[in-house]
């Protein structure tokens, strides 16, 4: 994904990072290893801080390149 950067910072500085996806559909199946006949439509990554503000992330689960990103206020 162009648009997107999966990582993890261990203890001890260094940072994990997931590469080598360059669609969302390479994206999906890294992440969730999914085994069935039936594929993902999209992977969301979804976030409200205390004040009910939402980040949510929408990975499509096809050939897209970039990833979707909306903030907004919780109604």
């Known amino acids: 994904m162009k648009n997107l950067r999966i ?6 500085g260094v ?5 080598d996806c360059p669609t969302g559909r ?9 085994t069935g006949d039936e594929p993902a439509k999209a992977l969301v990554i979804e976030a409200t801080d205390k004040d ?20 907004g206020k919780d109604a």
């Open 26 to 34: 390479d994206l999906v199946r890294a992440l969730l290893h999914h």
């Open 52 to 71: 009910g503000h939402v980040v949510r992330i929408v990975v499509p689960g096809d050939d897209s390149e970039v990833a979707k990103v909306s903030i």
């Open 7 to 12: 990582f993890a910072t261990l203890s001890s």
């Open 15 to 19: 940072q994990l990072e997931l590469r």
